[in-house]
Nanobody, 124 residues
Framework: QVQLVESGGGLVQAGGSLRLSCATS????????AGWFRQAPEKDREFVAA????????NYADFAKGRFAITRDNNNNTWYLQMNNLKPDDTAVYYC?????????????????WGQGTQVTVSS
């Protein structure tokens, strides 16, 4: 059984930082692309970032470029999202997701497994 568990969310002031983690079990981790998505109230789930199996290539949404960084630890079956210079518009539930494949896709249906999400709230 595949499980993805996010942690690291919370309340932070604008300009602050958070580091999200996604711990996995039962996942063929080294065969999986790792991704992060987010969903704000009354909005669709949107792509944040994804990283390829070896970590050699990362794909970012425009709003994440220069502020967020996705990394992965293939020895510990975990990936991360470092978020800096957070803004109130970043407030959302953040989800980690995995897809068995090669490309760091940005579409929700491309992903096979999902975590339950962690809340990130950025105050102004």
């Amino acid at each position: 059984q595949v499980q993805l568990v996010e942690s690291g969310g919370g309340l932070v002031q604008a300009g602050g930082s958070l580091r999200l983690s996604c711990a996995t079990s039962g996942l063929p981790f080294r065969d999986s692309v790792a991704g992060w998505f987010r969903q704000a109230p009354e909005k669709d789930r949107e792509f944040v970032a994804a990283i390829t199996r070896t970590g050699a290539y990362a794909n970012y949404a425009d709003f994440a470029k220069g502020r967020f960084a996705i990394t992965r630890d293939n020895n510990n079956n975990t990936w991360y999202l470092q978020m800096n210079n957070l803004k109130p518009d970043d407030t959302a539930v953040y989800y980690c997701a995995a897809r068995i494949g090669v490309q760091a896709m940005s579409k929700v249906p491309s992903y096979d497994y999902w975590g339950q999400g962690t809340q990130v709230t950025v105050s102004s």
